[in-house]
């Protein structure tokens, strides 16, 4: 055993997102020494790349808006699959936390009379989305990391240190977490640019690692998305939810190969854009499901009408939420009505004048021009479906955001329950926000509630943590396959076997496929230096790829409907006996997973009156209508 880099924090956060500084701050405020953990350079998450806005019902661009018909749209879009209480406190609590931001220095985009501007996204009734043209994201972290700076300072004016409450670790990755009597202790990680190993001795870790896009081919996902928190969470005891359902975006770029999947905001459709096909037809009208008939246009001269007047006109079906949009497009490359790279046509030019375009959507037209050689001031872009968001994640307690296991904590994109089956554009960055701030209070009251007992991380743990992460430089696994290799694999029957459109039979190959890459992941192996090695990363990141996918092809096959981001083809319908069941995953050793079917809890009767009978009608079961206010009647 060699000497190992060793600190000692009351509460750990993996991930430096958006939820996971949010739940820093949180934590430092309490008076909890905090460390931040992050895989990539500080600033560099996912939320950096968030375009679109942040969902919050402000009602500043039109005044009818509030939580309660956020919370429906909410419900809505994940098709009554939510964690109705986490859909709950997401939107009473969004409006407070976007103010908080701007407290912090953030500034969003305002309206003529100065208030925060809300754009119109999908699935959202009213205008909701604050934002920062469409680089919404990078605001919202350069002013998290704003607030930890001046808390550093604040620290160091108390005690000669600036990183005595809080400290970031950069380019230091989890991969491991330890346990010590059912809690967890702690955590095992390596620098990325050394290679040298650094334990985290913590009796509360909040897992905020973001998404698993990784282990598909065509993704808006980098390289830092390999699923991590989840796999964590599922080695130590928690359990997962909600895995069967990915958000297949339905507008990412097509081409050319190298930037395929790269994603192309919501915001065009939300500012004016519209999907045509190689016909020159606006398809999307062709494909209103009957839950939505009432709330969209049916003809694009009301649509265009609804964007200077949503109040007496309905949305165009652009806007449906990203399920449906993705399945359209979808069909109508299916049936030979693609663009010529394999895609639809999104056109923005027609409908905005070149300067406004510009202007709403800066990132979008430089992104169009450097990597396609495409002026969207001028041509249609081509788009087409890519894996963006997963829906699933560590099961946890609305309320804490404390998964199963004492001590560990969850929030954003790896916890599940929040946006049910699919998630609305926009309630991303505000579940961060939201939940972040609760994960960060609720391992802070996990470690007062402590007291003075702290679970000792064991040290033959930590020799396990770091003879596990050497194994594929050792002797073990000599002649074994290269990371890249079976990456690709993984990579490849994910997005053919359970990509958007699924089938039994198919799956079925993905399980018996995942088997077989399962046994070749335990042996990759990789050669030279610990020094910077991207192949040992990799291969480190694999075992977890590896686990997440089987958790997502095992809910996939069990469930025989379609609802939201989980589409059979053998099974196309929604079906309401399914819509309270939720699949809880659990690890059963290394490389398989358990699942079982847990009943969903019911809604608070005075949120399920706030939606109409004839509506929920559509969901739920008849025996389930029996406690609406109109079910009796
Ligand atoms: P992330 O921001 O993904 O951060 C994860 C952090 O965990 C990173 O710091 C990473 O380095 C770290 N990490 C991961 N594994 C480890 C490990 N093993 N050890 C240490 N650190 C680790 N949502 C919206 O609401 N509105 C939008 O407009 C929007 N636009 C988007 C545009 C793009 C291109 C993409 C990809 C997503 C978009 N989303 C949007 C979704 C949203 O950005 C993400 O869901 C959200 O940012 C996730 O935040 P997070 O804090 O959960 O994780």
């Known amino acids: 055993e060699t000497q190992i880099e060793r600190h000692e924090y009351d509460v750990v956060v993996i991930g430096a997102g958006g939820a996971g500084l949010r739940a820093a701050i949180e934590a430092r405020a309490r008076g909890k020494r905090t460390a931040i953990i992050s895989k990539s350079l500080f600033g560099k998450a996912h939320t950096v790349m968030a375009e679109g806005g942040c969902a919050a019902a402000m009602g500043n661009v039109n005044s009818n808006d509030n939580w309660m018909v956020h919370y429906r749209d909410t419900m809505r879009g994940g098709k009554f699959l939510n964690n109705w209480r986490m859909a709950e406190l997401h939107a009473k609590e969004a409006p ?26 999908g699935g959202h009734t009213y205008p909701r989305l604050a934002h920062v043209g469409d680089r919404t994201g990078l605001e919202m972290i350069r002013t998290l990391q704003q607030k930890i700076v001046s808390l550093q300072q604040e620290d160091y004016i108390a005690t000669g240190d600036y990183e005595s409450n809080i400290r970031v670790f950069h380019e230091c990755t989890i991969t491991e977490l330890f346990k010590a ?60 939810i909600n895995m069967e359902f990915l958000q297949f975006h339905p507008t990412g770029m097509v081409w050319p190969p190298s930037v395929k999947g790269i994603l192309v905001t919501e915001s065009v459709r939300g500012d004016g854009g519209i999907l045509k096909n190689s016909e020159g037809k606006r398809f999307m009208f062709d494909y209103v499901p009957d839950v939505f008939k009432d709330q969209y246009a049916t003809t694009p001269e009301e649509g265009d009408r609804w964007y200077t007047d949503a109040d007496n006109n309905r949305r165009p079906p652009e806007l449906l939420p990203r399920d449906e949009v993705a399945r359209a497009i979808n069909s109508e490359v299916k049936a030979g009505r693609g663009s010529p790279h394999g895609g ?40 087409g479906p890519t894996c963006h968001y997963v829906m699933g994640g560590v099961e946890v307690d609305p309320d804490t955001a404390m998964s199963v296991v004492p001590g560990l904590f969850s929030a954003g994109e790896c916890s599940g329950g929040m946006h049910g089956s699919n998630r609305l554009g926009g309630n991303s960055l505000s579940d961060l926000l939201v939940f972040g701030r609760r994960a960060g209070a609720g391992a802070s009251e996990y470690v007062d509630a402590l007291g003075g007992t702290r679970p000792a991380v064991l040290v033959d743990d930590v020799v396990e943590a770091e003879k596990r992460a050497l194994l594929p430089f050792s002797s073990a696994t000599e002649g074994g396959e290269n990371p890249f290799v079976v990456h690709q694999e993984l990579q490849k029957t994910m997005n053919d076997l359970v990509g958007i459109i699924r089938k039994e039979d198919e799956m079925e190959l993905a399980l018996k496929a995942l088997q077989d890459i399962a046994v070749r992941t335990r042996t990759v192996s990789v050669e030279g230096e610990r020094i910077f090695n991207p192949g040992w990363h990799l291969a480190l990141d694999l075992r977890n790829m590896l686990l997440v996918s089987l958790c997502v092809a095992k809910a996939a096959l069990e469930r025989q409907e379609s609802r939201g981001g989980h589409t059979r083809d053998d099974y196309p319908v929604m079906d309401s006996d399914w819509r309270h069941v939720l699949l809880v995953l659990s690890a059963l050793g290394e490389d398989n997973v358990d699942l079982v079917r847990k009943e969903q809890v019911p809604m608070r009767p005075e949120l399920f009156d706030l939606f109409e009978l004839d509506e929920l009608k559509k969901y739920y079961t008849g025996e389930e209508l029996g406690g609406h206010r109109a079910g009796s009647a």
């Open 96 to 121: 407070d936390r976007v103010w908080e931001l701007e407290t912090y220095g953030a500034l969003f985009d305002r309206t003529k009379d100065g208030k925060i501007s809300q754009r119109n996204f």
């Open 181 to 240: 009597d059912g809690r967890i202790a702690g955590a095992f990680a390596y620098y990325r640019s050394t290679g040298q190993f650094v334990r985290f001795d913590a009796p509360a870790v909040v897992l905020a690692t973001g998404g698993v896009g990784k282990s598909y081919q065509v993704t808006s996902n980098s390289w830092e998305y390999t699923g991590d928190g989840h796999a964590l969470a599922l080695r130590a005891g928690a359990t997962l």
């Open 344 to 383: 639809v046509f999104l056109d923005i030019a027609s409908r905005l004048s070149p300067e406004e375009i510009q202007k709403r959507l800066p990132s979008m037209y430089h992104q169009f021009k450097e990597l396609a050689d495409v002026d969207i001031t001028k041509e249609p872009m081509e788009v």
